[in-house]
């Protein structure tokens, strides 16, 4: 039931303002509204979906505000790859038959990590996938009461650089085989 409850606030803007009217669930619900779409341009397809944060003040308005700035950039910059790709193909002896056979995929997505009825945080991916792929991630923590971004200072102190370099520092330590090769590069 949860998940037909959270498929239908995603899918269905109707669904989602009725829920928002609902005693103590609705401040969940109005934390974050979700655009989607699928768009396709010849070979370029966009699969986007888009969270709105929908609360008062301004903080909610800049944040989406930024993420739909993103999105528009990400889309023409897609675009204009896949022209600078066409262009480049074709000047390299790539045939219209070997062209037709390629596509890009755009993919804006999010994930929320955390809400509550006065704090969000989630975030939003933003990719491209054709015969190379790139990923930028973009992380919103907003604490809706306060209309402010929560900070790692805030949570973890004024110490909060230290902190998370010990954190690394630890996490790194951990995933060192006996032979002293980790995932990460040697400190020299």
């Known amino acids: ?5 959270v498929g239908g606030l995603n899918v269905s803007p109707p669904f989602a303002a009725a829920a928002s009217d609902v005693p103590v669930l609705g401040g969940l619900f109005q934390i974050l509204t979700v655009r989607n779409y699928d768009a396709e341009d010849g070979q ?3 699969h986007v979906s888009v969270p ?3 609360a ?21 910059q897609a675009q204009q790859d896949w022209e600078d790709y066409r262009e480049v193909f074709f000047a ?36 491209e996938g054709w015969v190379t792929a790139a990923q930028e991630r973009y992380c919103y923590n907003l604490d809706l009461a306060e209309n ?12 909060w650089v230290e902190r998370c370099n010990q954190a690394v520092q630890s996490y790194i330590a951990a995933h ?12 020299e």
């Open 1 to 5: 039931a949860c998940m037909v409850m």
């Open 44 to 46: 370029v397809n966009q």
């Open 52 to 54: 709105e944060v929908d």
């Open 56 to 76: 008062e003040g301004d903080l909610a308005q800049q944040v989406n505000a930024e993420i739909q700035e993103r999105v528009d950039a990400l889309t023409a």
């Open 92 to 127: 390299t002896g790539g045939t219209q038959q070997q062209w037709d056979e390629r596509e890009m995929d755009v993919i804006v997505d999010y994930e929320i990590k955390s809400q509550s009825e006065n704090a969000v945080s989630f975030t939003v991916d933003f990719g």
């Open 148 to 159: 402010r971004d929560i900070t790692l200072r805030d949570l973890l102190g004024d110490a």
């Open 176 to 187: 060192t085989d006996e032979h002293g090769y980790t995932l990460f590069f040697d400190s």
